[in-house]
């Protein structure tokens, strides 16, 4: 299908870009890569007198550092973030989650914040940002905040960027020396993940000292899997100590059940993907 017609702005600044926000109101749309905006756009499920887009808002690509954490801009490809080496060396979850986004074509147009800013509870980037306890810089007219993952995350497709605001950059605490690994369940290649588990461990010797758990799909938003992360703490890296902690994966998660699987199988899965991420994330 064809979009219904709309007017389309393509400021190259944060100020330009919130002023055409304000300015438009409940009638204006951003688009950052399109991936997710589109598709809805040429289904006609919304249908904004104005599309903003932010793609010439060099301010907002890149990836640097900054003292204990690295900032990866908003509009930043996630082709580029899952090749920067300082994400590999400080933030390895995340480089793990890009290398089973989507397929190749989406990764080079689709972007970091665009998809974290859908939120949409199915995609693959929430559960790391929260394991690995992110923030999110939101910029509007009077001012840019700063909001933690746990509150970023609000309900299905809702985060907490304002009507009048855009999110700017993502701020990712260094996890220098964590082991990583990304499990996803799907049915086939590319798919939404059925479930998926974001773990970050660092081992001590043979011990898990600390373990950081997300999980993908197992509720409206991404979700911490604190019970797991209580238990595995100064635990051995074993497969029968992992097991035992995996089985709490589910505990207070509220899984959908659709064509790819009910809640409770949701929750089994929740289990099995636990074990192995940690297993691998540890080493084992």
């Known amino acids: 299908m064809i979009p219904a017609q709309f007017?389309?702005?393509a400021p190259t600044t944060v100020?330009?870009?919130?002023?055409?926000?304000?300015?438009?109101?409940?009638?204006?749309?951003?688009?950052?890569?399109?991936q997710s905006l589109l598709?809805?756009?040429?289904?006609?499920?919304?249908?904004?007198?104005?599309?903003?887009d932010l793609g010439k808002i060099a301010s907002l690509r890149g990836v640097r550092d900054d003292g204990d954490a690295i900032v990866i801009g908003a509009m930043t490809p996630h082709a580029v973030v899952g090749s920067d080496p300082l994400v590999a060396e400080h933030a390895a979850l995340i480089t793990k989650a890009v290398e089973?986004?989507?397929?190749?074509?989406?990764?080079?147009?689709?972007?970091?914040g665009g998809a974290l800013a859908h939120a949409d509870p199915a995609g693959d980037l929430g559960a790391p940002t929260l394991a690995l306890g992110a923030e999110f810089v939101i910029a509007?007219?009077?001012g840019s905040r700063t909001v933690p993952a746990a509150e970023f995350f609000v309900d299905l497709f809702e985060t907490a960027i304002g009507e009048d605001e855009i999110l700017t950059e993502v701020r990712v605490p260094k996890h220098t020396g964590w082991g990583a690994h990304y499990e996803k369940f799907v049915r086939v290649a590319h798919q939404?993940?059925?479930?998926?588990?974001?773990?970050?461990?660092?081992?001590?010797?043979?011990?898990?000292?600390e373990a950081?758990?997300?999980?993908?799909?197992m509720g409206n938003t991404p979700l911490r899997a604190r019970t797991v992360e209580d238990a595995l703490a100064g635990?051995?890296?074993t497969d029968a100590a992992v097991r035992a902690a995996a089985a709490h994966a589910a505990d207070g998660a509220n899984p959908p059940s659709d064509l790819n699987g009910a809640a409770d199988y949701r929750r089994h899965l929740s289990t099995v993907l636990t074990r192995r991420a940690v297993l691998a994330a540890a080493g084992g």
């Open 100 to 112: 089973h986004l989507a397929d190749a074509q989406i990764r080079h147009r689709g972007t970091f």
């Open 39 to 52: 598709p809805v756009l040429r289904m006609r499920l919304n249908a904004p007198e104005v599309v903003i």
């Open 7 to 9: 007017d389309y702005l």
């Open 235 to 237: 635990q051995p890296a």
């Open 192 to 209: 939404w993940p059925i479930v998926a588990v974001a773990a970050t461990v660092r081992v001590d010797g043979a011990t898990i000292a």
């Open 140 to 142: 509007g007219l009077g």
């Open 212 to 217: 950081r758990i997300g999980l993908t799909n």
């Open 15 to 34: 100020e330009d870009a919130l002023a055409a926000l304000a300015e438009h109101g409940d009638d204006a749309k951003i688009i950052a890569g399109g």
